[in-house]
C-alpha cells in the first residue's frame, strides 16, 4: 500500500476524502490506511487533527450513503450485477441475512467493524428497504468509535504507524467483541429489570 501512503501525503486532505469515499463504495481500499496516515501527518503538524476527523466522518458516511442507494435502486432490479455481485456474492448474502436476523438495527452498527463485510451490510440495508434515517443514524454512532480510535492510533504512534496496521484485525475483534459483551450485558439487564418490575406489578 506504499502507492496509497504516497498519495495521501501528496493531495493530504483531498486525497485522504477521495480515499475515504472509495473505500465507503467498496472498493478494496482499507478504511484504516487514510485514517491512520492521516493522524500520522496530524501528529508531524502537517494537516489538522480535527480538520482531519470532520472530514474523515463525512466523507466515510457520504460513501456509506451512496452504497446504501444503490442498494436501494438494485432491490428495484431482478437481480445483483456487474462489480455490485463482486461485492454481494451469495456466500455474503447469507451471512449478512443470518447478521440482520441476529442483530436487527444493530446490524448496521457492528457491520462498520467487519471490513470483508461492511461492504454487503450496507448494499444489503438498502436492498431490504432500511430506513435511511435509521442508516445514518447507526452507521454515525459506529463511525464514531472506530474513526478516533484510528486517528488517535496514527498521532501517537507516529513513524511506527505500520505497526498498526498488522494488529488492524485484533483491534477490530476486540473492538466488536467488547461491544457484543456490553450489548449483551445491557439486554440481560434489561430483561431481568423487565421481569421483576412485571412481578411487582401483578402483587
Request: net charge positive; proline share 2%.
Amino acid at each position: 500500500m506504499e502507492w496509497l501512503t504516497n498519495y495521501l501525503e501528496e493531495f493530504t486532505y483531498v486525497g485522504i476524502a477521495v480515499a475515504l469515499m472509495l473505500a465507503g463504495l467498496g472498493l478494496p481500499i482499507p478504511e484504516d490506511i487514510p485514517l491512520i496516515f492521516g493522524g500520522v501527518m496530524a501528529g508531524m503538524g502537517k494537516i489538522n487533527v480535527w480538520a482531519h476527523f470532520g472530514l474523515s466522518m463525512l466523507f466515510i458516511l457520504l460513501g456509506d450513503s451512496c452504497l446504501f442507494f444503490i442498494g436501494r435502486r438494485i432491490s428495484r432490479s431482478a437481480e445483483i450485477s456487474g462489480w455490485w455481485a463482486r461485492i454481494l456474492t451469495r456466500s455474503r448474502q447469507d451471512r449478512v441475512a443470518r447478521w440482520f436476523t441476529r442483530y436487527g438495527n444493530w446490524a448496521v452498527f457492528f457491520g462498520r467493524f467487519v471490513a470483508g463485510l461492511r461492504g454487503a451490510v450496507f448494499l444489503s440495508a438498502g436492498l431490504s428497504g432500511f430506513a435511511f434515517p435509521r442508516f445514518l443514524l447507526m452507521d454515525a454512532l459506529a463511525a464514531l468509535v472506530s474513526v478516533p480510535v484510528w486517528i488517535l492510533l496514527g498521532v501517537k504512534f507516529g513513524e511506527n504507524w505500520t505497526v498498526i496496521l498488522e494488529t488492524a484485525a485484533l483491534w477490530q475483534r476486540s473492538i466488536i467483541g467488547g461491544l457484543l459483551v456490553v450489548g449483551l450485558l445491557g439486554y440481560l439487564g434489561f430483561s431481568y429489570w423487565k421481569k421483576r418490575r412485571a412481578i411487582q406489578t401483578t402483587d
